[in-house]
């Protein structure tokens, strides 16, 4: 059974930063792309940032030099590195793995920025 469980999130100040983690079981982690969502109230779930297993990266526009993702494989873990916080970062912010045509989520953590 595959399972993903993110942990990190919490309330922050504006300009203030947290480091998300993703730590999965019952893959194989090396050969799956892993990704971070978000879903602010009443929006909907967005790509945040997404790194496949050979390291190719991609943001979204609107975190692109704030947020670093990495994955150290050895750990089966997924990072999401958020720095320059502001409150428009404010969501549910959730880890995916898609294992064939099935997507994989995790329960989400929640990241607050507020002074």
């Known amino acids: 059974q595959v399972q993903l469980v993110e942990s990190g999130g919490g309330l922050v100040q504006p300009g203030g930063s947290l480091r998300l983690s993703c730590t999965a079981s019952?893959?194989?982690?090396?050969?799956?792309?892993m990704a971070w969502y978000r879903q602010a109230p009443g929006k909907q779930r967005e790509l945040v940032a997404a790194?496949?297993?050979?390291?190719?990266?991609n943001y979204a526009d609107s975190v692109k030099g704030r947020f670093t993702i990495s994955r150290d494989n050895a750990k089966n873990t997924v990072y999401l590195q958020m720095n320059s916080l502001n409150p428009e970062d404010t969501a549910d912010y959730y880890c995916?793995?898609?294992?064939?045509?099935?997507?994989?989520w995790g329960q989400g953590t929640q990241v607050t920025v507020s002074s």
């Open positions: 019952g893959i194989i982690f090396s050969v799956y792309a």
């Open positions: 995916n793995v898609r294992i064939g045509l099935r997507g994989i």
């Open positions: 790194i496949t297993s050979g390291g190719s990266i």
